[in-house]
């Protein structure tokens, strides 16, 4: 996981010898500007790595060895890309409404439905009854993938017929939240392709009618740089306030994590680590930090 990336700091450091310099980072970026693009850093990320080891090279006194003094410039430096970040059980714990309304966007093929059946199962454990909403009524089989999810860890899906109106149907969902003494909706939407301004367009329509409270975004961290499109797509319209990044157990090359914080200056909240239920980590800037520099 994040191979190329840290190779590419672990040769930033090993690159320097004596007191770094201004020039040292400049040559070094610029040498290994076609490794870190190949690794699905943005050009734009590139460049805000440049420019603030520049930075912190002109204010950094050397009071350790130079290595340890290079990994807390690049730690500080990775770090500060991301924003603060809670867990859904924190922010539903502060929320005084009740059913708390959670709609979860993206494309198809990230991961989306599995994702809502594992933040289900989360919140299960901790004693919050979750309702999940099966709101794709137009990709077949997403109503009984959300079924079978349910079904498996024991939690209700209210769903309607293919074709049903997404926003109505998640309306009725919410009514039936509250009236049978649910604490937070789950809304599995549809797998909205960023280009269909049609179907964006009721995607936030759904938001609206249902007066969402949380909007979250599943990103795939295989997709490279189209992550960055997905990403400020759906910030736009509808919006979102946090993400998830699924996948990242395979081989990912770490750039679209980067990306996806960069861009959309919203905090991470979860990474899918597999295919369990249990598989859905808390997301931290130490986990990366700790990864891309060991």
Do not use: C
């Not at 310099?21 to 610029?30: A, G, T």
């Not at 077949?140 to 926003?167: F, M, N, W």
């Not at 959309?264 to 249990?278: E, R, S, V």
């Amino acid at each position: 996981m994040f191979d190329k990336l840290k190779k590419i700091f672990s040769d930033f450091i090993s690159s320097v010898t004596g007191k770094i310099s201004e020039n040292d980072v400049e040559n070094f970026f610029k040498e290994k500007e076609i490794d870190f693009i190949e690794a699905d850093v943005s050009i734009d990320v590139i460049e805000y790595f440049k420019q603030k080891l520049i930075n912190e090279v002109k204010n950094t006194k050397f009071n350790g060895t130079k290595n340890e003094t290079l990994k807390e410039l690049l730690a500080r430096t990775i770090t500060e890309i991301f924003q603060e970040t809670e867990t859904l059980p924190e922010i539903f714990s502060k929320a005084s409404k009740r059913p708390f309304v959670t709609v979860f966007l993206g494309i198809n093929g990230t991961g989306k439905t599995t994702t809502v059946a594992k933040v289900a199962y989360l919140l299960k454990k901790l004693k919050i009854r979750p309702l999940m909403v099966a709101a794709d009524t137009y990709r077949t089989g997403a109503i009984e993938q959300l079924v079978e999810h349910g079904s498996k860890i024991r939690v209700e899906v209210y769903s309607k017929k293919y074709g049903a109106d997404p926003a109505a149907l998640s309306r009725e969902a919410y009514e039936y939240a509250q009236a049978n003494g649910y604490d937070i909706l789950l809304i599995d939407t549809a797998g909205r392709m960023q280009t269909n301004e049609s179907l964006l367009n009721e995607l936030a329509k759904l938001v609206s009618v249902v007066r969402s409270d949380l909007n979250i975004f599943i990103g795939d961290a295989l997709t490279g740089y189209d992550m960055i499109n997905q990403a400020t797509t759906f910030l736009s319209k509808p919006g979102f306030s946090y993400s998830i990044v699924t996948k990242v157990d395979a081989e990912v090359k770490g750039g679209s994590i980067l990306n996806l914080a960069f861009y959309t200056k919203k905090p991470i909240m979860y990474l899918g680590t597999g295919q369990n239920y249990d598989d859905l980590i808390h997301f931290t800037p130490s986990w990366v930090v700790e990864r891309l520099l060991g």
